[in-house]
Structures are given as structure tokens and as C-alpha cells.
């Protein structure tokens, strides 16, 4: 009798799981999907004038050109937040982030192209790394940013090629450097991006 019972109580609590769990799912995909940026959401504020993508980050503004030299690196920048800023301003502790694809190439020629999927302002300086030096171990001075005196190039014109003052959100820069073999440090050197996780190796070979 006892298991004639729980049993079917036991499908049911199944049961009860899976639709909770259907439910969540479903609503996680929404959330994940950009909460208040995703799928309609994105159509909303779209219609509202705003910024924001379908995965929840600015779209791009910009149209990088076809025709800069290969191969190309695709540098990501991405910070937490929720509308597009005109300014670079992070107190450290905001969680900002630099990805790069591919992080390994060639020697000689390379472009760069940071495209800036974050709220703020964004750059990028390309560093070398001593051998055995971590990324990441730079030391920010009282400015919020590293010592960027050996950089060997930088992406920072808004829509443009080479050194500017930065990547408006959305947008994108890009460089074409000649690197020699190494590692290097790709990294946004605007007040407390470094310290808050803007930095990627880049490695390139012979
Ligand atoms: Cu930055």
C-alpha cells in the first residue's frame, strides 16, 4: 500500500519538477536572453530609440572596413551595464571584460579590430609581456591606468583607424600593426579598465 502510493506521488512531484523546471528554462532563456535588452525586449527599446541587440549589448554603429589587411584580430570589449555611456568613468570593481579571436597568429602583419560591446567607452593598447610576465600583473598608477609607454599600437579612433579617444559604445576601431614574434598584452588602458579585467594575450608566432 505505502508503495502503491508514493509511487504515483512520485510521478506527480517528477511531473511537478520537469514543469518547474520547463518553466524556468523558460524563463532564464528570457531573462539570459537580455532581460530588459533580448528578443521583444530589444524590439521595444529599439522602437524607443535605443542601443541595445538582440543578446543584450549595444549594436554596431560602425561599418569596419572590408578591406584591412589579414589576418584579422576581433577584440571584444564588454562591461556590465545598462545604457550606453558617452564617458570611460568605471570605479574599480565594475566587471569589464576583453576577449580576442584569434589569440594566436603570425608574425608581420596584423590588424586589430576592437569592437565595443560594452556601455562605455572603450580602447585598445596593444603591450608586450616580458617572458614569464602573467597578464593582468601590470600595477595601475593613481590615474586608474598602467604604464602604456612601450605600446606598440592602439585602437582607440571611434569608427577609424589607429589613436584616438576611444570606442564610443556600439561602435568599433581597428589598427593594423606589424608585431614580431611574441606575447603580448591587448589591454583598455581608460581609468580602472585594466584593474577591472580589460586585458587578453595575444600570442604571435614566428
Ligand atoms: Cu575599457
Do not use: F
Not at 502503491?4 to 539570459?32: D, F
Not at 584579422?72 to 568605471?90: F, H, I, K, P
Request: charged share 10%; aromatic share 2%.
Amino acid at each position: 500500500m505505502v508503495r502503491s502510493v508514493r509511487r504515483p506521488l512520485t510521478l506527480l512531484a517528477a511531473v511537478a519538477v520537469l514543469s518547474a523546471c520547463a518553466v524556468s528554462t523558460t524563463g532564464g532563456s528570457t531573462a539570459s536572453g537580455g532581460g530588459m535588452m533580448g528578443g521583444s525586449g530589444a524590439a521595444t527599446a529599439q522602437t524607443g530609440g535605443g542601443m541595445m541587440g538582440s543578446r543584450g549589448y549595444p549594436t554596431s554603429s560602425c561599418s569596419v572596413p572590408t578591406t584591412l589587411a589579414t589576418p584579422v584580430v576581433t577584440v571584444l570589449a564588454s562591461d556590465m551595464g545598462m545604457m550606453a555611456r558617452s564617458d570611460a568613468t568605471a570605479p574599480l570593481g565594475a566587471r569589464m571584460t576583453l576577449t580576442a579571436s584569434p589569440t594566436t597568429v603570425g608574425s608581420g602583419q596584423v590588424t586589430l579590430v576592437l569592437q565595443n560591446q560594452g556601455w562605455r567607452v572603450h580602447e585598445l593598447v596593444v603591450l608586450p609581456l616580458a617572458a614569464g610576465q602573467a597578464i593582468g600583473s601590470r600595477a595601475s598608477g593613481a590615474d586608474g591606468k598602467v604604464d602604456e609607454t612601450a605600446s606598440l599600437g592602439e585602437a582607440s579612433n571611434d569608427c577609424a583607424d589607429g589613436s584616438g579617444d576611444g570606442v564610443a559604445s556600439g561602435s568599433a576601431g581597428w589598427v593594423t600593426l606589424t608585431l614580431a614574434p611574441g606575447r603580448y598584452e591587448l589591454v583598455c588602458n581608460l581609468q580602472n579598465h585594466y584593474a577591472d579585467g580589460m586585458r587578453v594575450e595575444l600570442d604571435v608566432n614566428a
